[in-house]
């Protein structure tokens, strides 16, 4: 299943090219926010799911192209973002200790919305593409070999970075800074999440393409170490991180894709009031043509 939130946050399911509304099937679930209905159908799914597949199957929907996707997860309690997590390919020699850090709910959008690079003196602002683990139930000392039962599903994730700033807050919770969507797919829809090529376009150029087997530390031990810190639950989100070959500048008028396979794709615009320019390098190739760093700004406020 495939489930989404669409124009003014009703709950849907994707149909073919189209988007059914579960809106009437999800009334009953207490909630004040989006994320309480998403939360609620999670935490009970194994009596919501028939009553969603019956409405799923009265009716043809209409188009997706008719309506506005919406973030599946507009508001998790929890975003907890893995750093530094993996193997680039072989190129390092053994995984980097394992680390987290958390971004603010504030901070999601979905697709067709605007990340918004802010007036502050960032060296570059970076798109990190990223495999999204949705939580499925109450998450305390999860053991790895029972990790994957507390996966719902799955969703494209996008942690967009401001670099050079001396503070993880700063860099990583900034406003439109957490991109996901468009849809949240059922974990029984993906055979192997450890095998997903993982894909993202900067203005149609694929600059990030790699897979999810190149996890330096895999979704069951990640589980394991982030519910061995805090507890989790129904509707939280974990990102997997990212491999950093691919990695470039983002700036205004920019579009951006990411498509994790079996996810859908996301598709996102840049804005930047400053217009400030960068090159148009990946790290990759600016590393390669013997430089440190990533490719320093050429244009604008802050150059």
């Not at 600059?207 to 087997?213: A, H, I, L, P, V």
């Not at 148009?280 to 050429?298: D, F, I, Y």
Request: net charge negative; with cysteine; proline share 6%.
């Amino acid at each position: 299943m495939k489930l989404v939130f669409f124009d003014d946050f009703k709950l849907g399911a994707v149909k073919g090219d189209n988007v059914v509304d579960l809106s009437a099937a999800a009334e009953h679930i207490p909630h004040v926010s989006p994320q309480d209905i998403l939360s609620g159908l999670i935490a009970d799914f194994d009596t919501h799911k028939s009553h969603l597949e019956e409405a799923i199957a009265a009716s043809d929907g209409v188009p997706l192209s008719s309506v506005r996707l919406r973030s599946p997860a507009p508001g998790p309690l929890n975003i907890i973002c893995m750093a530094v997590n993996y193997m680039e390919n072989g190129t390092r020699s053994e995984p980097a200790p394992i680390n987290a850090f958390n971004k603010s709910p504030n901070a999601v959008i979905g697709n067709g919305d605007t990340i918004l690079l802010p007036d502050v003196g960032s060296s570059i602002f970076e798109h990190e593409a990223e495999l999204g683990l949705v939580i499925s139930k109450p998450a305390w000392q999860v053991k790895a070999e029972d990790a994957y039962d507390y996966i719902f599903g799955y969703l494209n994730f996008i942690d967009v970075s401001a670099r050079g700033i001396p503070a993880f807050y700063q860099m990583k919770s900034r406003e439109t800074f957490a991109p996901m969507g468009p849809y949240l797919v059922t974990a029984d829809e993906i055979a192997d999440p450890q095998s997903l090529p993982v894909k993202l376009w900067v203005n149609d150029r694929l600059c990030q393409d790699f897979n999810t087997d190149d996890m330096a530390h895999k979704i069951p031990r990640v589980i394991e170490w982030v519910t061995s810190v805090h507890s989790l639950g129904p509707g939280d989100v974990i990102a997997t991180g990212t491999n950093h070959f691919g990695l470039s500048a983002i700036q205004d008028g920019d579009t951006i894709d990411i498509e994790v396979e079996g996810l859908g794709k996301l598709h996102l615009n840049v804005q930047d009031d400053l217009k400030r320019t960068w090159g148009r390098e990946t790290r990759h190739e600016w590393e390669s043509a013997g430089n440190e760093g990533t490719t320093p700004q050429l244009t604008g406020k802050y150059a």
